[in-house]
Antibody, heavy 120, light 106 residues
Framework: QVQLVESGGGLVKPGGSLRLSCAAS????????MSWIRQAPGKGLEWISS????????YYADSVKGRFTISRDNANNSLSLEMNNLRAEDTAVYYC?????????????WGQGTLVAVSS | DIQMTQSPSSLSVSVGDRVTITCRAS??????LNWYQQKPGKAPNLLIY???SLQRGVPSRFSGSGSGTDFTLTISGLQPEDFATYYC????????FGQGTKVEIE
């Protein structure tokens, strides 16, 4: 079955950097768009970035554009999110999710999430 | 960005009740609307996609309807495991979510 497992979260100071990873299994990874979606404590869901199966097409939310970089390694079935210049408002649980339709349609499988806390 | 507004923000209901949650888009999104259920400490789970298509494995008591700007998620006969927060999400443009509707025990 489809499994997505995030890792790499933790406590980081404002202005710092962090790299999140998502290990995928149970499906043909390079066929699917993959996305990162976050949820601040006690708040709703915010889509932040998506990448096509080949990695050639990438989208970012304005809130992270220029600070975050999404990438994928299809040989190792993994998705990454490089986060730089982190701010307090980036504090959230970060989920990786699969998009089965390939056009930022909807998200049919999610990981368990990894918590990023930005605080001095 | 397209804004998604859900109502109500919360509701208290009993097992067996029929529950209706609405979602309004700030502009027409055709049927590019999806619904998720999220339980505390867990990832969201897709219930309905493209307004009315039931995701595989989701009980048939969940249904969705609507087009344009107004959409509805209906739970026919609420079960104990349905107490959760529900989110709508538009996919007409880069995804945005509603603020959530918490379904609580009365």
């Amino acid at each position: 079955q489809v499994q997505l497992v995030e890792s790499g979260g933790g406590l980081v100071k404002p202005g710092g950097s962090l790299r999140l990873s998502c290990a995928a299994s149970g499906f043909t990874f390079n066929y699917y768009y993959m996305s990162w979606i976050r949820q601040a404590p006690g708040k709703g869901l915010e889509w932040i970035s998506s990448i096509s199966g080949t990695g050639n097409t990438i989208y970012y939310a304005d809130s992270v554009k220029g600070r975050f970089t999404i990438s994928r390694d299809n040989a190792n079935n993994s998705l990454s999110l490089e986060m730089n210049n982190l701010r307090a408002e980036d504090t959230a649980v970060y989920y990786c999710a699969r998009d089965p339709e390939g056009w930022l349609a909807y998200f049919d499988s999610w990981g368990q999430g990894t918590l990023v806390a930005v605080s001095s | 960005d397209i804004q998604m507004t859900q109502s109500p923000s919360s509701l208290s209901v009993s097992v067996g009740d029929r529950v209706t949650i609405t979602c309004r888009a700030s502009q027409s999104i055709s049927t590019y609307l999806n619904w998720y259920q999220q339980k505390p400490g867990k990832a969201p789970n897709l219930l309905i996609y493209t307004a009315s298509s039931l995701q595989r494995g989701v009980p048939s008591r969940f249904s969705g309807s609507g087009s344009g700007t107004d959409f509805t998620l209906t739970i026919s006969g609420l079960q104990p495991e349905d107490f959760a927060t529900y989110y709508c999400q538009q996919s007409f443009t880069t995804p945005t979510f509603g603020q959530g509707t918490k379904v609580e025990i009365e």
